[in-house]
């Protein structure tokens, strides 16, 4: 389903205005909904488009993180632009050779090399101490964004301020640069690769080298997400890239609705909030989470967007569309 | 030695979730939940025992009688839960296990908070034996032939059982099995309440070594996860052998060079997935 | 010689399904493969389009060995083929099918910045094939919906979008009732003539079609080619008759 123009124009002109009117507590929770929904952006071209699922995305969400973690302290580079930039080019140098090695299988086999491979790089994160800070992890310095210090403000401020807006303005790049993604002729040969690899190959498209692609421009995507996501909290460490974040990133593609492109948004946004709020009432949100994911999966697999949808077409308003 | 007794531990998990696999092409991800399950409830078990004035040396019985009880609750997530998605797609199988390590992690978390729990030096009450020049805990010893005598079990239970028969034949073929008048619906009952059980047991034996700990479950899944791959999805021996490996090669690593540990475990996974993805004894690969 | 098989065995095992293949197929030819069931002829389309690897023995097309080179980079050579099993994309549109062969055969496939739907060539050159298939009526219709029919055409039609120099065809009527076994066939010749084509191999069953349009038949049996030559010649073959083509079934 594709959400109509003025329902986007409303999300982004609340989207916009948000930090003048909401409390600043819920204005940081923002934030890493836009890191997620920018790591989701990216997940979801390899799952609903290309039809894999990654169960090591966390692996490129800590390359992301710790590229701004070891940026800002050990290199002093403090520009956020640069930062995110060269989160994204490590995970694409990362993702070059597991790519190469794991688009090659499906399936289960896929899911259980790149979980591998996820936990390969969080037992780096966590035993070389010396390079990482082992489970205490590292510091990641407030970073300068478009040039500006931003010095007198305090940090919460700063987040709600700049950085909310900063990170609005990535968001909304990340997914106009997606939906050109999706809506290219790449975009399609990923679609029919995930329908069927056999007729796609009889049409001259190599599986292998699209997936490949593909899964580096998913890890693009997370590892400026987990740039985005590790600034606020000013500590990066290895539960960053520990397999159950892989987890929580495959559910909140799920609770969004992979088979649409602004799924994986709502997902994300489902998902941050919804723990936000289940945490305050009760704090066992994990409990509440599986039961919601296990009702997904039974129920509804097409996620909230799914659900949508299928209200949308009992209305008038979709007759009107069509 | 310490290598073997983890590989005791970890071939019934993982032959627990190598049955489930093989029969009902399953992964499941939460048998490390149910590892931490019957762990805690092996402690709670004992520790009710000694409290009702039970002798210290015959701990071990309600250790591993808590630990075969609770894995009952295989059959209630069987029938309430799983039976609601075997004409899926795997990775929504996969996603409904996910579903289920997140809904015991806390379930277990509010049964028995976040602190570990232990059953103290209780299994040195059994004394320690020589053993190849290294001194080991008679309970290890214990635990070690127990899972040889469970894995024999196995071995006999699948090749010379009626039950086994149709459980090899369900495997093997699903719909000829069906055809054939197979009630699927009870054989897969019962595969998964064996399966969780035999992961319940390998907690509840853990833990007079260690300790119950709230993240046992999410750390042991990864362990587990090489064995089978080290085996090959769904071989019962394949379990053997993965286990042995991974165990051992885990205490290796860990005497010569700690940092190591479970990365050389994971990049054994990530060769053997590469160059024999079927693993010493799995079906052939996708 | 546009393609060629020398010798070409294919073996599972103890189980022997391709032994000792030799045939050549011309520019400007249709030729039929024929053969009771079993006799190895989907077995042969898979060597011969690089989805199967052979035994022993080789396959050229345009003088070149394929051993090998697998289905892809065939495809990007010049041949294409249908599936006796029809094979769709189920989420994707019937335009959508035929755009991605375009896509396939400009060399598009890996551009991810520009948009699809602007692209003036792609788009009218998948409505041309859609319109030669006479599925253009349906063009926005998902694949899964259209009637079985309808879905093996659109196999054909995707590949004849390759605008390739040989096209294999395993079944093409197959499925199809045989009122409608003659209608397809007409679209499927017109639309290689509009386009270009002019070598055309099918594996076909229903001797009507074979004898209406072939000019070279090919008769295959356990394996081993048992005949191969002019309509006229089969036809008057004893051994072909006797086994594939039964005296009953056999055209006047």
Redesign the interface.
């Known amino acids: 389903m594709r959400a109509p123009f003025t329902v986007l124009a409303a999300v982004g002109a609340a989207l916009l205005v948000l930090p003048q009117f909401a409390a600043p507590y819920y204005v940081t929770l923002m934030l890493p909904f836009m890191a997620y929904a920018v790591v989701l952006l990216g997940f979801n071209l390899l799952f609903g488009y290309t039809g894999l699922v990654s169960f090591g995305h966390a692996l490129f969400i800590g390359v992301g993180a710790y590229t701004g973690a070891v940026l800002t302290t050990r290199f002093g580079v403090r520009q956020m632009e640069v930062v995110l930039l060269a989160a994204g080019a490590a995970a694409a140098v990362v993702a070059a050779p597991v790519g190469a090695l794991c688009v090659r299988y499906v399936k289960i086999y896929f899911g259980m090399l790149t979980l591998a491979f996820g936990m390969v790089f969080y037992t780096f994160l966590l035993k070389f101490y010396r390079l990482t800070g082992g489970d205490e992890g590292m510091r990641m310095l407030r970073p300068s964004l478009l040039g500006q210090e931003w010095a007198g403000f305090s940090k919460t401020a700063y987040l709600i301020g700049p950085y909310y807006y900063f990170s609005l303005a990535v968001l909304v790049l990340a997914t106009g640069i997606m939906w050109r993604i999706v809506g290219s002729p790449f975009g399609l040969c990923l679609k029919t690769i995930r329908d069927n690899p056999v007729k796609a190959e009889s049409l001259g498209l190599s599986v292998p080298r699209h997936r490949w692609y593909a899964f580096m421009v998913s890890a693009v995507y997370a590892g400026v997400g987990g740039a985005l996501l590790a600034t606020p909290t000013g500590n990066v460490d290895p539960t960053l890239a520990y397999w159950t974040q892989s987890g929580n990133v495959v559910f909140m593609v799920l609770l969004g609705g992979f088979s649409s492109f602004f799924g994986p948004i709502l997902g994300a946004f489902a998902f941050i909030f919804l723990q936000d709020a289940v945490m305050s009432v009760f704090p066992y949100w994990r409990l509440v989470f599986g039961a919601v994911l296990a009702a997904l999966v039974i129920a509804a697999p097409g996620g909230l967007m799914g659900l949508i949808g299928s209200i949308a077409r009992r209305s008038p308003f979709e007759a009107a569309r069509s | 030695m310490g290598g073997v007794f983890h590989a005791a531990i970890l071939f019934l998990v993982a032959a627990g979730l190598q049955l489930v696999f093989g029969v009902q092409k399953i992964f499941n991800l939460a048998c490390g939940s149910f590892y931490a399950l019957g762990a805690y409830t092996g402690v709670a078990a004992v520790g009710y025992f000694i409290g009702r004035g039970g002798s210290p040396a015959l701990f071990i019985v309600p250790l591993v009688l808590g630990g075969l009880a609770v894995g009952l609750v295989g059959f209630v997530v069987e029938r309430g839960l799983l039976r609601f998605v075997y004409d899926r797609d795997e990775t929504f199988q996969l996603l409904l296990t996910f579903a289920l390590v997140l809904m015991l992690e806390d379930l277990i978390r509010m049964t028995w908070g976040a602190a570990p729990t232990s059953t103290g030096g209780l299994y040195l009450g059994y004394g320690q034996a020589h053993v190849l020049g290294t001194v080991v805990p008679v309970y290890n010893l214990i635990v070690i032939a127990a899972s040889l005598t469970i894995a024999l079990a196995m071995g006999w239970l699948l090749t010379r059982t009626a039950f086994g028969r149709i459980v090899r034949a369900a495997a093997d073929n699903r719909e000829m099995a069906e055809a054939l008048g197979v009630d699927l619906r009870r054989v897969y009952a019962r595969v998964f309440t064996l399966g969780t059980m035999l992961g319940t047991l390998g907690g509840a034996l853990v833990i007079p070594a260690t300790a119950a700990m709230s993240e046992m479950g999410i750390e042991l899944i990864v362990e587990a996860f090489a064995v089978v791959v080290i085996g090959g999805l769904g071989s019962m021996r394949g379990a053997f052998v993965g286990a042995l490996v991974v165990g051992v090669l885990r205490s290796l690593a860990i005497a010569v060079y700690p940092e190591l540990e479970m990365l050389l475990i994971y990049l054994i996974v990530i060769a053997v997935l590469l160059w024999r993805p079927r693993g010493f004894f799995g079906a052939a690969a996708a | 010689m546009i393609l060629e098989a020398r010798d070409v065995r294919k073996s599972y095992g103890a189980f022997v399904a391709l032994d000792g293949v030799t045939l050549a197929i011309g520019e400007d030819e249709f030729v039929s493969i024929i053969g009771p069931n079993g006799a190895g002829k989907s077995t042969l389309i898979n060597v011969l389009?690089g989805?199967l690897e052979l035994s022993a023995g080789s396959v050229r097309f345009r003088d070149r060995d394929i051993a090998g080179i697998?289905?892809?980079a065939l495809?990007?050579l010049g041949m294409?083929?249908s599936?006796q099993l029809v094979?769709?994309?189920?989420?994707?549109t019937v335009l959508?099918?035929l755009?991605?062969?375009v896509?396939?055969?400009l060399g598009?496939?890996?551009?991810?910045?520009?948009?699809?739907?602007s692209?003036p060539r792609?788009q009218a050159d998948a409505m041309e094939v859609a319109a030669l298939f006479g599925l253009a009526d349906r063009a926005r219709t998902p694949t899964r919906a259209l009637p079985q029919g309808d879905k093996k055409l659109l196999?054909v039609a995707?590949?004849f979008t390759?605008r390739p120099q040989i096209i294999l065809l395993d079944e093409p009527t197959s499925g199809v009732s045989t009122a409608d076994k003659h209608a397809v066939m007409e679209i499927l010749v017109r639309a290689a003539r509009q386009i270009g084509l002019r070598s055309i191999v099918q594996v076909e069953h229903d001797m009507d079609i074979v004898f209406g349009y072939s000019d070279r038949i090919i008769a295959l049996h356990q394996g081993r080619v048992l005949a191969d030559g002019a309509p006229a010649a089969i036809q008057a073959d004893a051994r072909v008759v006797e086994t594939v083509i039964g005296r009953r079934a056999a055209p006047c």
């Open positions: 389009t989805a697998g289905p892809v495809a990007r294409a083929r599936f094979q769709i994309f189920p989420e994707l959508e099918t755009q991605a062969a896509v396939s055969r598009l496939s890996a551009k991810l910045f520009s948009s699809l739907r692209d792609v196999d995707s590949a390759l």
